[in-house]
């Protein structure tokens, strides 16, 4: 049985997020990923395989290595639900924004 992790746990880690940013670049493997973090191989691996049960990468075999790439579809879909609370703060800002006017408006007929 496939353990399916929830998306959003994942990127909440830094080190995961570190490196979905290494990954934007180009396919690596563990050991060229793990080379950028102060920590051991096998926790770069944790990390990877947490990353890739929620389906943000995708795994590669090429001879003895394997490669992993990121899943530019998955983080679309991460970035619509985003999306959906970004018009709702990008509105509130609006709001503000035009309450302020508003009252420097007011402050300065006075």
């Known amino acids: ?6 998306v959003f746990q994942a990127i909440a880690d830094p080190t995961r997020r570190a ?3 290494l990954l934007t670049m180009g ?7 793990a080379e950028h973090f102060d920590t051991s ?3 770069i691996s944790k990390h990877l395989k947490i990353l890739t049960e929620c389906e943000l990468l ?3 075999q090429q001879g003895r ?19 959906q609370f970004r ?3 990008e509105s509130r800002f609006d709001q503000l924004d035009q309450l302020l006017i508003n009252l420097t408006s007011k402050k ?3």
């Open 1 to 6: 049985m496939e353990i399916r992790r929830d």
């Open 19 to 21: 490196i979905i940013v």
């Open 27 to 33: 396919a690596m493997t563990p050991n060229a990923l």
């Open 41 to 43: 191989r096998q926790a």
């Open 58 to 60: 995708t795994q590669n």
């Open 65 to 83: 290595e394997i490669y992993y790439h990121l899943d530019i579809d998955k983080m679309k879909e991460v970035d619509q639900w985003i999306d």
């Open 87 to 89: 018009k709702i703060w």
């Open 108 to 110: 300065h007929d006075l």
